[in-house]
């Protein structure tokens, strides 16, 4: 399935991390950071392929010392992922990374601020065809820059940031660069890419930092990451949660496959919010539903609705979908009844039946059921259900004839 998006894109330059393309009208890439010791290589690895299987594309690990740079040298041949070398306060640690053989380096210029150490590990970078982030933080800008802009981080400080170093590099002749300016403030962040974006043609890497635990820190990042992305701007991003980073793996993905930047790998679960005329508990199907699926690749739009009544109109476009009648449910297919379940089974039916439709296709799944008996039954459950309920279901007509006479 191909990915579909009507959003514009930011034309840049493109950036190789490893065999993963970074900008250029790439693919938008998900990026993650391990949480182990980058010593423990076994530990590391085993998260690393977590990452991988949750949809990660480029992963980070700190190298925050030799033990460390070691152990990046075991993991990256042995690694699924591209490896980022994440680099502060010691440039030495960078040389490290490279002799590791790691696929790129990330580079804060907040920390490392001696030009001759940024321009020898520059060189080494030219040298080896290894990229760098520039990875300003608002949190670690330069003293000088938070000083020169009245004691604030502000965009202009941080693209300034991002920009001295880009020249420090540019003296020695390297360019394979992509920038990052992170903040934990989302206006703050959003404004500064913003600007970072009219004034260079590198690939972007977005990111809201220490975006916390979930759940706000998922609604603070999405906040920040999907504003720039609907604007066209960002070639990779990168959820910074309190959390397991699988979490911020699932989350860059289904962000990006909900923004339609990359084709969808898992499935895409709709539920109504519930109402009135829910004959099921709704929250606790989906839930059943989404655990049922869970990382399954199985493309398809899945649709868990409280009831016939209206369920099937509106989740009709979705590929698949479950509207519950009296005690029993209405399987649907792109707005098709096709079948009825015992309520029981609601959960188990939509799993054969979408594993039926990734192998043989919607056709031949419209084409094996029952499609009158299915669209009767549907019928005679939505009629007793309006026979029983009314077309007002939550009773608001009764309400507001009671407010009326307050
Ligand atoms: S009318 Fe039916 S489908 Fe719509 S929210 Fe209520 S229960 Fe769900």
């Known amino acids: 399935m191909e990915a579909t998006t009507i959003l514009p894109r930011r034309p840049t330059r493109q950036?190789?991390?490893?065999?993963?393309?970074?900008?250029?009208?790439?693919?938008?890439?998900?990026?993650?950071?391990?949480?182990?010791?980058?010593?423990?290589?076994?530990?590391?690895?085993?998260q690393i392929y977590a990452l991988a299987a949750a949809g990660c594309?480029?992963?980070?690990?700190?190298?925050?010392?030799?033990?460390?740079?070691?152990?990046?040298?075991q993991i990256v041949p042995r690694s699924p992922l591209p490896i980022v070398a994440d680099i502060h306060h010691q440039y030495r640690m960078a040389l490290a990374a490279l002799e590791a053989g790691v696929h790129c380096l990330r580079l804060n210029?907040?920390?490392?601020?001696?030009?001759?150490?940024?321009?020898?590990?520059?060189?080494?970078?030219?040298?080896?065809?290894?990229?760098?982030?520039?990875?300003?933080?608002?949190?670690?800008?330069?003293?000088?820059l938070y000083e020169k802009y009245g004691g604030r981080v502000t965009p202009e400080a941080m693209v300034e940031s991002a920009m001295i170093e880009l020249a420090y590099f540019e003296e020695v002749g390297f360019d394979d660069v992509k920038i990052s300016v992170k903040a934990s403030n989302v206006p703050l962040m959003i404004e500064a890419y913003r600007?970072?974006?009219?004034?260079?043609?590198?690939?972007?890497?977005?990111?809201?930092?220490e975006a916390g635990p979930l759940p706000g820190g998922l609604?603070?990042?999405?906040?920040?990451?999907?504003?720039?992305?609907?604007?066209?701007?960002?070639?990779?991003?990168?959820y910074s949660l309190t959390a397991d980073p699988v979490e911020e793996a699932r989350a860059g993905r289904q962000l990006l496959e909900a923004l339609g930047l990359r084709e969808r790998?898992?499935?895409?679960?709709?539920?109504?919010?519930?109402?009135?005329?829910?004959?099921?508990?709704?929250?606790?199907?989906?839930?059943?539903?989404?655990?049922?699926?869970?990382?399954r690749e199985i493309p398809l739009q899945?649709?868990?609705?409280?009831?016939?009544?209206?369920?099937p109109g509106e989740a009709r476009d979705a590929d698949l979908g479950i509207a519950a009648g009296t005690r029993r449910g209405h399987l649907f297919v792109r707005g098709t009844n096709v079948a009825v379940v015992p309520e029981e089974e609601m959960v188990s039916a939509l799993v054969e039946w979408a594993e039926f439709i990734v192998e043989h296709g919607v056709e031949r799944a419209l084409e094996r059921a029952d499609l009158t008996a299915a669209k009767a039954a549907a019928e005679a459950d939505r009629a007793a259900l309006l026979d029983e309920q009314g077309l007002d279901a939550n009773n608001a007509g009764q309400r507001i004839d009671v407010i009326r006479r307050i």
């Open 195 to 209: 600007q970072l974006a009219d004034v260079t043609d590198h690939p972007l890497h977005l990111g809201v930092t």
């Open 109 to 144: 210029p907040g920390n490392i601020r001696k030009p001759d150490h940024i321009k020898l590990v520059a060189s080494e970078c030219r040298d080896r065809g290894v990229p760098i982030r520039i990875g300003v933080n608002g949190g670690s800008l330069d003293e000088r």
């Open 57 to 73: 594309d480029i992963v980070r690990c700190t190298c925050n010392d030799l033990d460390a740079a070691e152990g990046l040298a």
């Open 265 to 295: 790998k898992s499935v895409d679960l709709i539920a109504c919010p519930s109402c009135g005329r829910a004959e099921i508990d709704v929250i606790a199907v989906a839930k059943a539903a989404q655990e049922a699926f869970g990382e």
């Open 219 to 238: 609604l603070k990042a999405t906040a920040g990451i999907a504003t720039l992305l609907a604007e066209g701007i960002g070639d990779t991003i990168r």
């Open 302 to 311: 899945i649709a868990v609705m409280g009831c016939v009544v209206n369920g």
């Open 15 to 46: 950036v190789m991390v490893g065999r993963v393309p970074v900008g250029g009208g790439a693919p938008v890439t998900v990026q993650s950071m391990t949480t182990t010791k980058t010593s423990d290589v076994d530990g590391t690895l085993a």
